[in-house]
């Protein structure tokens, strides 16, 4: 079956730094991919639109500069949190469109867990 | 604008009953449907997905789903559950429109399942 990998797959950093978080698809060639980020006991928030190729397209209050994204090839997309701080901890989880099955359902990570102390 | 409301926080159930997890959808045009699952700590995996044709679908580890296009419901079921399924549950919905124009998902706010012995 598809498979995505994600790493790391938990990260501690101190505030004021950048983290990145790789997202790869292993079996299958994804031209789209997305990151999005979920709190505890709570559902998937849609941070942004990766396109392999193109510029990301993110949601209505993300910011582009904090949360950079590059999508260089087929099989890997990366997420940038730069100058992080406390609030940005949280589990970050991409998954990767199949878009060589047709109709394809999202395939996701196992998930990335942030801490910034 | 697509919405997905799953109207239950908690849904609880002794090993060996059926279980339904509610989910109803709001979109234009025809909805492609989803069901995942969440194990703590961990991404999400996928179930099942309607995309057209018998409006029961079935899934991975028993699971199937009902689509009721009247109801604009996709109730997830499994006619005898087991402990091992106790997890978090996401119903999501895209169209074709947007399906075709990048695929995102929209999902709901999820379901804890918790199954006793």
């Known amino acids: 079956g598809a498979v995505v990998s994600q790493h790391p797959s938990w990260v501690i950093c101190k505030s004021g730094t950048s983290v990145k978080i790789e997202c790869r698809s292993l079996?299958?060639?994804?031209?789209?991919m997305f990151w999005y980020r979920q709190f505890p006991k709570q559902s998937l928030m849609l941070m942004a639109t990766?396109?392999?190729?193109?510029?990301?397209?993110?949601e209505q209050g993300v910011e582009k500069d904090k949360f950079l994204i590059n999508h260089a090839s087929l099989t890997l997309s990366t997420l940038t949190v730069t100058s992080a701080h406390p609030e940005d901890s949280s589990f970050y989880i991409c998954?990767?469109?199949?878009?060589?099955?047709?109709?394809?359902?999202?395939?996701f990570g196992p998930g990335t867990r942030l801490t910034v102390t | 604008a697509q919405s997905v409301a799953q109207p239950e926080d908690q849904v609880n159930v002794a090993e060996g009953n059926p279980l339904t997890v509610k989910c109803t959808y709001s979109?234009?045009?025809?909805?492609?449907l989803f069901w995942y699952v969440q194990y703590p700590n961990r991404g999400l995996q996928f179930l099942l997905k309607?995309?057209?044709?018998?409006?029961l679908v079935k899934g991975s580890y028993g699971f199937e789903a009902e689509f009721n296009k009247s109801q604009t419901s996709f109730h997830l079921k499994k006619p005898s559950a087991l402990v091992s399924d106790s997890a978090l549950y996401f119903c999501?919905?895209?169209?074709?429109?947007?399906?075709?124009?990048?695929?995102?998902?929209?999902f709901g706010q999820g379901t804890e399942l918790s199954v006793k012995p």
């Open positions: 998954s990767a469109r199949d878009i060589g099955t047709g109709v394809g359902e999202q395939y």
């Open positions: 079996d299958f060639q994804a031209t789209t």
């Open positions: 990766s396109n392999e190729g193109s510029k990301a397209t993110y």
């Open positions: 979109v234009s045009g025809n909805p492609y």
């Open positions: 309607y995309i057209t044709g018998d409006n």
């Open positions: 999501a919905v895209t169209h074709t429109g947007s399906y075709n124009q990048g695929g995102k998902l929209i």
